[in-house]
Nanobody, 122 residues
């Protein structure tokens, strides 16, 4: 089993910045793609950013140019630097990771973090 622990959420004014962290721990063979989703009240969960093993990233159009994701494979961790935050970014942010439990390709699943609240308000 793999546990993802997120941190870094909070309350920030519009135009401010926050940095989210997500660390994976537990027993596994490897971790593949990781990333972030977010869910605002009354809205569907939205993919924010994906980071592959090599560090390549993809972002939702709504955050391009403002959010930067990066990865530290030695620490099994990813980070999301969020700049120029807007009230529309208010949501619970969830980290996810593709986990492989053995050499068998079928022994994979997606692990999720517990979520961290980001509130952008003046």
């Amino acid at each position: 089993q793999v546990t993802l622990v997120e941190s870094g959420g909070g309350l920030v004014q519009p135009g401010g910045s926050l940095r989210l962290s997500c660390a994976a721990s537990g027993t596994f063979f490897s971790i593949g793609a990781m990333g972030w989703f977010r869910q605002a009240p009354g809205k569907q969960r939205e993919l924010v950013a994906t980071i592959d093993v090599g560090g390549s990233t993809n972002y939702a159009d709504s955050v391009k140019g403002r959010f930067t994701g990066y990865r530290d494979n030695a620490k099994n961790s990813i980070y999301l630097q969020m700049n120029d935050l807007e009230p529309e970014d208010t949501a619970v942010y969830y980290c996810y990771a593709g986990v492989r439990l053995s050499t068998q390709p079928a022994h994979t699943y997606t692990s999720w973090g517990q979520g961290t609240q980001v509130t952008v308000s003046s």
